[in-house]
């Protein structure tokens, strides 16, 4: 049985450039209430609310189902807020926000006092992002205010880049969502850890290892994120994160024995009376084709693609939203193969990894 509605969700459209003066001062007022407000970042849609009213961001983990302990990305109009939410800004972290800012780049800063512990989760840093969106932008300039936001999706489903997978998970539980559009990037900002010397990536995301390591030689990734084991990754990254409702298996090796694998699997599954998802790049989505005609002509496989194999950043603009659409369409099994391994197919590769609770077949 559906729940209740807890409250009645406003949408409201607007464009990304030159966003309406009016419906940014609307969603602002409602930001300084104490309200939830759904806005659209470069990334995916985040769930905002007023980072400094304890209690607002209380009603951010009750829509969400979000455990306490999973602590939350504050955003601020520009660098300049810092000083508002960072106790200190070491040298590195300085050099990052302004080749990065804004941008798709979160930062792990020391906790300045003004930010309330159910923010941090009980932790001494702050993470903090400045959003390059033009509706992002105006809002947390015209609110005034840092505004806490994870990304708008029910706890471990993908993160939304449309604002009907917004409706879909929160619909009744936000006040307002600010409609512009699918986002540009698609997968979530890189988080670097800038407490530690050198910095560290918790989570790989929309700034790449490559263009990190221009700014700041010595650049680690963290174990766990994009594949590197499974040990210490940010708190929020647990395996089950981004876990569709279908069992997810990832594939990664060369494309012609990753392609055999699934043609195998699939055909497996679906003589089993499984219907199979199969989630991967065109070139492997064609060559698939002629393997699984059949069971397609029975209705029992649904294809969705991640664009060509070489472009890693089409992947990640689509990754979630396929996800999803396979989970609508009914799939028991899901079989991906992913992007190239370079760029934003890190970020990628991390977040199949965790849809697939960690079950990713090397070739
Ligand atoms: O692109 C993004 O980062 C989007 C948009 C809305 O800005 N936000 C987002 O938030 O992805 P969320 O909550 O889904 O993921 C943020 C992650 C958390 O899961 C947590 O792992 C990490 O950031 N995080 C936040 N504060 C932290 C802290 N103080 N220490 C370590 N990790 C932290
Ligand atoms: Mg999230």
New binding site residues.
Partial sequence: MKAMPERRTTVLRIATEAPDAAVVATAAAALRAGRLVVFPTET?YGLGAHALDAGAVAAIFRAKGRPYTDPLIVHVAAADQLPQVAAAVPPVAARLAAAFWPGPLTLLLPRHAAVPAIVTAGRDTVAVRVPSHPVAHALLAAAGVPVAA??A?RFSRP?PTTAAHVLADLDGRVDLVLDAGPTAIGV?STIVDCTVSPPVVRRAGGVTLEALEAVTPGVTLAEGVAGLGEAQVAP?QLLR?YAPTATLTAYDGPLDLAVARVAREARHHTAAGARVGVLAPDEALAALAPELAAAAARGRIEVASLGPLAAPDAAARVLFARLRELDEAGVDVMLALGPAHHGLGRAVWDRLRRAAEGRVVRL
Avoid: D, K, L, Y
């Fill in positions: 995916v994870p990304s999706n993160s979530e929020g994160h």
